[in-house]
């Protein structure tokens, strides 16, 4: 054959793989329309079988690659050589198909049972214990407090400690504690590949520790911003980070170089009030922001631009926290006024409201269970765990927090049934389903 008409035909096939590509990355994204168009313009079917997620991966590992590429010969205490390995895209997990709620909330009875759990105290820090986060894989949870301290803790020793005790001591869950903050800790990420702990706090800082390392106590690298840090989040490719600070747009770092970016859209946002949480979806197409004016907004994870502004999404109360869902399809938010709400990413739409626990005065945080079949926060007043079915939006448990004092931060393991608290009284309770 040709040498030219067998490259002709090699393009072709490759133009064809990359349209159905972009077709199956747009269904993913529930955006119909824009599929619908591209695959007419290209000729490609809209029923191809190309996994969603393939194109962000191939993306994600080509940036790698070309980063990769130009980092050779660069000192061995660069940060992205800390990390190590190949980042990979999260797998997609089945998730809730909360097409299903209207339909659900019609039928009585039709809710599902939380089972019980028991918690015990597993760690405990000189004041109040802020916030925490789990590891993407499960088996870390990093808790920061308002003495300036950071505690790592693995949790197959918290497992250990719950069973029993060892017979040759106690066992101690916290591998890692590091100091090196000016002011308290508001909350926590882990690198989704490496062995990386990001902090922000109210000292205008965000820190990077390395804990593979047993003797570091200290940050190995530090951004100044020039805000209070309330929230961090890492891209799911580690290649950025977001932070929500006092300032009203969210501040995107590249990891390497640690230039900061803002949204150009600016003008057409009218925002003026601080960002309580920032938060990437699992595959890093998009971003959330919760606002204290009480609004959400949604990103492009792309170019930075605001694509829906959620006006009063908590009336004109605060925004305390916001996260999508598995499938980047519903944002789940939680305000200062006493609701929790699903959105839907697509239109804006309010999906369901779940409601009988109030919440007031604290960064009362609300969050799916690992399969998201339910949804968990705090009723300050009786200083409880409230848990809900996620469909029908029903109470279906209340259990006291044991601690002493209302719990400021709840989260939930991404991997299995258990979740953390972290109260007011300086402790952290680990909470795990009774078999």
């Known amino acids: 054959m040709d040498a030219t008409l067998e490259n002709t035909l090699k393009e072709g096939m490759l133009r064809r793989q990359i349209n159905a590509l972009i077709v199956a990355h747009l269904r993913g994204e529930n955006l119909n329309q824009a599929a619908a168009i591209v695959a007419s313009a290209t000729m490609t079917s809209l029923t191809t079988e190309v996994s969603?997620?393939?194109?962000?991966?191939?993306?994600?590992?080509?940036?790698?690659?070309?980063?990769?590429?130009?980092?050779?010969?660069?000192?061995?205490?660069?940060?992205?050589?800390?990390t190590g390995g190949l980042p990979s895209m999260p797998n997609m997990v089945n998730a809730i198909d909360f097409r299903e709620i209207s339909a659900m909330?019609?039928?009585?009875?039709?809710?599902?049972?939380?089972?019980?759990?028991?918690?015990?105290?597993?760690?405990?820090?000189?004041?109040?214990?802020?916030?925490?986060?789990?590891?993407?894989?499960?088996?870390?949870?990093?808790?920061?407090?308002?003495?300036?301290?950071?505690?790592?803790?693995?949790?197959?020793?918290?497992?250990?400690?719950?069973?029993?005790?060892?017979?040759?001591?106690?066992?101690?869950?916290?591998?890692?504690?590091?100091?090196?903050?000016?002011?308290?800790?508001?909350?926590?990420?882990?690198?989704?590949?490496?062995?990386?702990?990001?902090?922000?706090?109210?000292?205008?800082?965000?820190?990077?520790?390395?804990?593979?390392?047993?003797?570091a106590r200290k940050a190995f690298r530090v951004i100044?911003?020039?805000?209070?840090?309330?929230?961090?989040?890492?891209?799911?490719?580690?290649?950025?980070?977001?932070?929500?600070?006092?300032?009203?747009?969210?501040?995107?770092?590249?990891?390497?170089?640690?230039?900061?970016?803002?949204?150009?859209?600016?003008?057409?946002?009218?925002?003026?009030?601080p960002i309580n949480q920032v938060r990437y979806s699992i595959s890093g197409s998009l971003y959330?922001?919760?606002?204290?004016?009480?609004?959400?907004?949604?990103?492009?994870?792309?170019?930075?631009?605001?694509?829906?502004?959620?006006?009063?999404?908590?009336?004109?109360?605060?925004?305390?926290?916001?996260?999508?869902?598995?499938?980047?399809?519903?944002?789940?938010?939680?305000?200062?006024?006493?609701?929790?709400?699903?959105?839907?990413?697509?239109?804006?739409?309010?999906?369901n409201q779940y409601l009988g626990a109030v919440h007031t005065q604290l960064r009362c945080q609300a969050v799916f269970n690992e399969t998201e079949e339910f949804v968990l926060s705090i009723d300050e007043p009786n200083n409880e765990v409230v848990i809900w079915d996620a469909l029908t939006a029903e109470k279906v448990a209340r259990w006291h927090s044991n601690h002493v004092g209302v719990p400021r931060w709840l989260v939930h393991s991404p991997t299995e049934p258990a979740f953390i608290t972290c109260g007011t009284d300086r402790s952290v309770r680990y909470w795990k389903e009774v078999l």
């Not at 959620?310 to 605060?318: N, R, W």
């Not at 305000?335 to 990413?345: F, N, P, Q």
Request: glycine residues 8%.
């Open 52 to 82: 969603p997620n393939r194109l962000l991966e191939l993306v994600s590992k080509g940036l790698v690659a070309e980063r990769d590429e130009g980092l050779k010969g660069l000192s061995s205490t660069s940060f992205l050589n800390v």
């Open 105 to 215: 909330q019609d039928v009585k009875g039709s809710s599902k049972n939380f089972p019980k759990h028991e918690s015990r105290h597993v760690s405990e820090h000189k004041n109040i214990a802020r916030c925490a986060r789990f590891s993407p894989d499960g088996q870390f949870v990093a808790t920061g407090s308002s003495d300036y301290s950071i505690k790592l803790l693995e949790v197959s020793k918290i497992k250990q400690m719950m069973v029993s005790e060892a017979r040759e001591g106690p066992i101690r869950p916290v591998i890692r504690t590091f100091y090196d903050h000016a002011e308290p800790i508001n909350d926590l990420d882990f690198h989704p590949q490496g062995t990386i702990l990001v902090s922000g706090a109210k000292d205008n800082t965000i820190k990077f520790f390395d804990f593979s390392k047993t003797v």
């Open 288 to 351: 959330v922001t919760a606002s204290k004016d009480g609004s959400v907004l949604l990103w492009d994870g792309v170019t930075a631009q605001c694509i829906r502004k959620i006006v009063g999404a908590h009336g004109l109360t605060e925004t305390t926290c916001a996260s999508f869902t598995k499938d980047q399809r519903f944002v789940l938010s939680c305000g200062k006024d006493s609701t929790i709400k699903l959105w839907e990413v697509g239109t804006g739409r309010l999906v």
């Open 224 to 273: 100044q911003d020039t805000h209070n840090v309330r929230s961090v989040s890492f891209h799911p490719s580690g290649e950025f980070l977001l932070a929500g600070t006092d300032h009203h747009l969210p501040h995107l770092y590249d990891v390497n170089t640690f230039q900061c970016y803002l949204s150009s859209n600016v003008q057409d946002l009218n925002m003026i009030s």
